[in-house]
Nanobody, 123 residues
Framework: QVQLIESGGGLVQAGGSLRLSCSAS????????MAWFRQAPGKERELVAA????????VYADSVKGRFTVSRDKAKNTVYLQMTSLKPEDTAVYYC????????????????WGQGTQVTVSS
């Protein structure tokens, strides 16, 4: 059973940085795509960034390109989301998600989810 545990959220001022971590267990992750989604109050859950575990090949939402970086540490079975130049509109609950196969932009394509971690950016 795949388990995803996020950490690293918190309160930060606009312009600041945070690094989220997603510790993964219970799966053969070489066959997975790993993604970070976020959901702000009253909004749909949206994909922020994703990476193919074996090949890398990261993708990003336009709203975070140039500011966020997704990476993975195969030895630690951990995926990271480095967030810089944070803006108040980045405030949301951030979720780690996993699926067997390639990256999908639609949240419905992901079977496995973490519990989420809150990121709050103050102006």
């Amino acid at each position: 059973q795949v388990q995803l545990i996020e950490s690293g959220g918190g309160l930060v001022q606009a312009g600041g940085s945070l690094r989220l971590s997603c510790s993964a267990s219970g799966g053969t992750f070489s066959t997975y795509a790993m993604a970070w989604f976020r959901q702000a109050p009253g909004k749909e859950r949206e994909l922020v960034a994703a990476i193919v575990w074996s090949a890398g090949s990261p993708v990003y939402a336009d709203s975070v390109k140039g500011r966020f970086t997704v990476s993975r540490d195969k030895a630690k079975n951990t995926v990271y989301l480095q967030m810089t130049s944070l803006k108040p509109e980045d405030t949301a609950v951030y979720y780690c998600a996993a699926r067997i196969g390639g990256i999908l932009w639609n949240k419905m394509g992901y079977k496995n989810w973490g519990q989420g971690t809150q990121v709050t950016v103050s102006s």
